[in-house]
């Protein structure tokens, strides 16, 4: 089992930074793939980053350059920091977990609205 809280989220201007967190709880998370996914109304959600158990971490290309994600797993958390927010970038983030047995979990999401 895993259990997925996202954090971070809020109203920044364009140009500025967050840092979106995502706490977990479980004892299989040291061993799960972490992925951020983002989701704007009437779309899919689209993936962002993921980063593997051995905390290696692969962006989108669309997120190259601007988002990076890293995962501390003495903590049990996964970070995606976000650069020079533009607004096309608001949405709601999701985390999402797959485990070894190949289970999904995903947290409630976390809401980013850039905006001047």
């Known amino acids: 089992q895993l259990q997925l809280v996202e954090s971070g989220g809020g109203l920044v201007q364009p140009g500025g930074s967050l840092r979106l967190s995502c706490a977990a709880s479980?004892?299989?998370?040291?061993?799960?793939?972490i992925v951020w996914y983002r989701q704007t109304p009437g779309k899919q959600r689209d993936l962002v980053a993921h980063?593997?158990?051995?905390?290696?971490?692969y962006h989108a290309d669309s997120a190259e350059g601007r988002f990076t994600i890293s995962r501390d797993n003495a903590k049990k958390m996964v970070y995606l920091q976000i650069d020079n927010l533009k607004p096309e970038d608001t949405a709601v983030y999701y985390c999402?977990?797959?485990?070894?047995?190949?289970?999904?979990?995903w947290g409630n999401g976390t809401r980013v609205t850039v905006s001047s």
């Open positions: 999402n977990g797959v485990d070894p047995f190949g289970w999904n979990y």
């Open positions: 479980g004892s299989v998370f040291s061993a799960s793939t």
């Open positions: 980063t593997t158990m051995g905390g290696t971490g």
